[in-house]
């Protein structure tokens, strides 16, 4: 019976959302039928009015959603409950408290930058195929029921190949063969996920802005759901703007992080958090089982184990960011005085900000020369490197010359934690609003 819901009803209630703000879109600028004619030509106008609705969407539904998950005082007590998967906080893993523009991890201003380049591409698409349609280019029709069975099986037909295409899309943007693979070995793949994906993937502990946190590659091929079909097919405009809609707006709740009830993505959230499984969704074909690419959340959950064929298993790997491992504190803890011991040739540590590091390979590399890092080996370094490095990139230093280096944290270390590391900068909402604000202007041109 779950599945009968699903297939007839749940899929679509699912999206009222989406399809809401495509019924809103279809009022605002296409019921009275004056764009046949004025969007017969690029005007400004109504080109900047489409752009300003499309960023009015972003930013209220977005805002409000990162809110809900991660600023209110709600955020405590989904963590406490279980309810968010990864407990650590992706925006302030320190405090964990979290605000609605900037970070200190700077993920925030990354998901905003590369959403809003995301929602421009959208209502470009908007525009170009409006305009299209208006000087006749491409087929389409303007009253819906003229043809009612043909429009609304179209309609009903939104979801289930929304979910086939970016099953499609996105798989082909992971490694064919072998992550390790090039262009070369005919691993386009592979190649995608190097340059193009992996922009997505940094944020491997998702939240609301990470859904359309895309390289514009990605965004022009993960909007092809909505820009394909009127190539081909006689369309009403409302089955371009609910395809549209629909990837625009489901990607929200589809990355907060979050279970059920807040959200229920737990297979996506897997995903992100082991690269090579769950590509897809379980609707309407599960074509990860299919293909042994499918992980059970309940499953890993319970017993941590990954339940996919053996070239999934093989390709798995930890996040490619090199500031995980030096957010995420390591569990042993060292003494002083065992940390003492560790100041003989091969064999060197020292500590700063209460995390022992391991230099024993970067020694002979160091910048600096060896003699420093053996005066201060087996020691609390913290005030010597500070002296020297403040100015220079301090802790930072540590992810550029020796990552995935820390091996323990000091047992009676009283003093500051490591200095949060700064990530590359991103123009988040300095973007995002002056762009509201430019197209706000023009769309009172005529």
């Known amino acids: 019976m779950n599945d009968v819901w699903t297939y007839t009803w749940g899929a679509h ?4 959302l989406d399809f809401g703000v495509t019924l809103l879109c279809y009022w605002l600028f296409y019921a009275n039928g004056s764009w046949l004619v004025e969007c017969q030509e690029l005007r400004i106008g109504w080109v900047s009015s489409i752009f300003l609705f499309n960023l009015a969407c972003e930013i209220i539904i977005c805002n409000f959603w990162h809110y809900f998950n991660y600023v209110s005082e709600l955020y405590q007590t989904l963590v406490k409950y ?3 998967h990864n407990p650590t906080n992706q925006y302030e893993p320190q405090s964990g408290e979290a605000a609605m523009l900037t970070s200190s991890t700077g993920q925030l201003e990354r998901e905003i930058t590369f959403t809003t380049l995301g929602w421009l591409q959208s209502a470009m698409w908007q525009c170009i195929f409006t305009n299209l349609w208006a000087k006749g280019v491409l087929p389409m029709y303007a009253n819906f029921f003229e043809y009612p069975l043909y429009s609304l099986v179209l309609l009903w037909l939104v979801a289930y190949w929304r979910e086939i295409h970016f099953y499609c899309a996105h ?3 992971h490694p064919w063969w072998d992550r390790e693979n090039g262009l070369l070995s005919g691993d386009v793949g592979a190649f995608l996920y190097r340059h193009v994906h992996s922009l997505h993937h940094k944020s491997y502990n998702p ?3 990470s859904g359309l946190s895309m390289h514009p590659v990605e965004h022009f091929l993960y909007y092809s759901c909505a820009t394909l079909p009127p190539l081909f097919l006689s369309v009403h405009p409302l089955h371009f703007l609910y395809t ?5 707006i ?5 990355h907060s992080g979050m279970d059920e009830p807040v959200a229920g993505s737990d297979y996506h959230y897997l995903h992100h958090a082991k690269f090579e499984c769950n590509y897809g969704v379980p609707f309407p074909v599960n074509l990860d089982k299919l293909f042994g690419t499918w992980a059970d959340w309940e499953t890993y959950k319970k017993t941590g184990e990954l339940n996919v064929n053996a070239w999934s298993k093989q390709q798995m790997h930890d996040p490619d960011d090199k500031l995980t491992s030096l957010l995420t504190a390591s569990k042993k803890q060292m003494s002083m005085n065992e940390l003492a011991t560790h100041c003989k040739p091969g064999d060197y540590f020292i500590a700063l900000y209460g995390q022992i590091i391991d230099v024993s390979n970067f020694i002979s590399k160091h910048p600096g020369g060896e003699k420093i890092l053996k005066a201060n080996a087996g020691k609390d370094a913290t005030q010597k490197f500070e002296s020297i490095h403040a100015g220079s990139g301090g802790f930072d230093l540590i992810s550029k010359w020796c990552p995935d280096s820390i091996v323990a944290t000091l047992s009676d270390w009283k003093g500051p934690a490591p200095p949060i590391l700064t990530a590359r900068k991103y123009p988040g909402s300095l973007m995002l609003w002056p762009a509201v604000v430019v197209f706000a202007i023009a769309a009172g041109f005529t």
């Open 207 to 209: 939240g609301p802005w």
């Open 250 to 254: 489901a990607p929200i709740g589809g």
């Open 13 to 16: 209630a699912s999206h009222a």
């Open 171 to 173: 798989r082909g943007m």
């Open 244 to 248: 549209k809609f629909h990837a625009d």
């Open 82 to 84: 279980g309810i968010k």
